[in-house]
């Protein structure tokens, strides 16, 4: 007889994208994504992080001062990373995990890329205008979201 207290997709692959956010250098916002297919199959995974050769003991991680001297203009989203990382093709029809819901910037290429879902577990930036521009565009493109519901689980790994 099967074990009955096994995860469930969405557990699994919710669990990988925090597992992959575990690899941000970001010190106050750690975000990870995972792409799969409708079989189920991992397709990609990224976290938030400085592109690749541009080194993160170089460029900064704060969140305030000039423009040039904050995160913002250099950190690469987990969605983007996840998206830019695929080397096998088309992601049209699949769907991405991500520990927080995507920003204006990933949703258009959630969009581009033609993933048709989200599966978000945060959604702390709800209010702003980076938030509220992705869900229109979300909308507009016929890109389903929806939160993660959190169960009760605990994974605990000891590396």
Known sequence: MKRDNYLTWDEYFMGIALLSSQRS????????ACIVNDENRILS???NGMPFCCSDDVYPWERNGTAQDTKYMYVCHAELNAILNYRGGSLKGSRVYV?????????KAIIQAGIKEIVYMQDKYADTDAVICAKRMLDSAGVKYRQYS??????ELKL
């Not at 520990?99 to 949703?107: G, Q, R, W, Y």
């Not at 959190?150 to 994974?155: D, E, G, L, R, S």
């Open 45 to 47: 995974m990224g976290y």
């Open 25 to 32: 250098k970001d010190p106050s916002t750690q975000v990870g």
């Open 150 to 155: 959190q169960t009760k689980n605990t994974v």
């Open 99 to 107: 520990t927080l819901f995507p920003c204006n910037e990933c949703a």
